[in-house]
Structure formats: structure tokens, C-alpha cells
């Protein structure tokens, strides 16, 4: 990898990052709409609570990083 490609990825980075931030952004929004409709809908506040925990998209990714941290 030359210098030039490497400089082209630290300009790109910001980009990345935003992006990335605006996705996690959209993800909880849809969350916490999941969450009212379910409440709306009358579902009690156990099951909605474990229909939420369930249906999480970032769940598989949340589990992964813990791992990944974990370093006996």
C-alpha cells in the first residue's frame, strides 16, 4: 500500500464516521417507534419489553464487540 492510498483513507474516515453515526441514529429511532406502536398496540410491558430486547438490530453487533473486547 503506497503513501497515496493511505492518505486517501484518512480523508475518507470523517466520511465514514458520520455515515456509521447516522445509521445508528436511524436504528434507534426505529427502536423507540417499535417500542410506542407495541405500547399503543396494548401489549404489556413485559412482553413489550421482550419483543424490544429480541427485535434489536444492533444486538448481533453489540454481542460481537463484547467478545472481541473480552481478552482473558
Known sequence: ???RSLFH???RL???AFRMA???RVANRAKRRF????VESGLPEE???VLVEEFDPGKPLRKLFQKSAYRP
Open 1 to 3: 500500500m503506497n503513501l
Open 9 to 11: 483513507f484518512f480523508l
Open 14 to 16: 470523517p466520511v465514514i
Open 22 to 24: 447516522g445509521i445508528v
Open 35 to 38: 417500542r410506542r406502536e407495541l
Open 47 to 49: 412482553v413489550v419489553d
